[in-house]
């Protein structure tokens, strides 16, 4: 069993290992999530790259919007990969999906995927056949936020249900829920120092779920001093956040 992560470095070391370990494992539709305050997907998608390394010139990353695009071939010029940016937004408007999945490619990367492009991703995901698809940090699940109405809900919840968590950390209140394929989800509760593991879940486990995992935990609940997620805001900071 992996222990908690006590940096983001450490978050996305394990984020790239489940990664890799879940492709090995045959799944094709994989999502990324680290789901912490402020976090800005870019720097942290720049680690996270070498989780996709073994397909050099056959990988192309997508974007939402034409300037993060345009930012990323900048910043990430210094990358022996071939990281192809695509405008997703644009492709939504211009109906080129087709265009965008070329026989030269063996892996797709969507960095932070809105609620706005969840038709086109989905499209893009059933062009591309049995080849890998990670959305990175998506913002798939504000789709009622936007306007949007119940049938996109449905589509959106249809399109969630088909990708793996391969790895997944969120902060709560007292604790922190991680999934790290292979293993299942798991409760994590703060401790003075650390956290300990409470519980395992095969499935995401629900709200009330969790709630229920953590009354009837005897371990004391400690203040954030010295925990993961107070230590990660320095982090943050340092990475440019």
């Known amino acids: 069993m992996a222990d908690f992560p006590k940096t983001l470095d450490e978050a996305i070391a394990q984020a790239v290992v489940a990664t890799q370990a879940a492709i090995a494992a045959g799944y094709r539709r ?10 800005k997907p870019l720097p942290v998608a720049y680690q996270y790259l070498p989780a996709l390394e073994a397909y050099g010139d056959g990988l192309k990353v997508f974007f ?13 010029a210094d990358l022996t990969l071939r990281t192809k940016s695509v405008d997703v937004a644009g492709a939504r408007q211009t109906s080129t999906v087709e265009e965008l999945v070329e026989p030269a490619d063996q892996a797709f990367l969507f960095v932070a995927p809105t609620a706005v492009e969840v038709q086109v991703v989905e499209q893009i995901c059933n062009a591309v056949g049995d080849l890998p698809v990670i959305l990175f940090c998506p913002r798939l699940e ?5 306007g949007i109405g119940y049938t996109a809900r449905q589509m959106r919840s249809r399109f969630l249900s088909t990708i793996e968590p391969c790895y997944y950390l969120r902060p709560l209140s007292g604790a922190a ?7 299942p989800w798991q409760i994590w509760e703060e401790r003075e120092a650390d956290y300990s593991l409470l519980a395992e879940e095969p499935l995401r486990p629900s709200g009330e779920r969790i709630d229920e995992i953590l009354i009837k935990s005897s371990i004391p609940q400690a203040g954030s001093k010295n925990t993961i997620f107070s230590g990660l805001q ?3 900071k340092a990475l440019g956040q």
């Open 30 to 39: 994989l999502s990324v999530e680290l789901a912490l305050p402020e976090l």
């Open 64 to 76: 939402s919007d034409a300037g993060t695009a345009a930012l990323v071939k900048r910043d990430w």
């Open 142 to 146: 504000d789709v009622g936020t936007v």
């Open 177 to 183: 829920l991680l999934r790290n394929y292979p293993s």
């Open 234 to 236: 320095r982090f943050l």
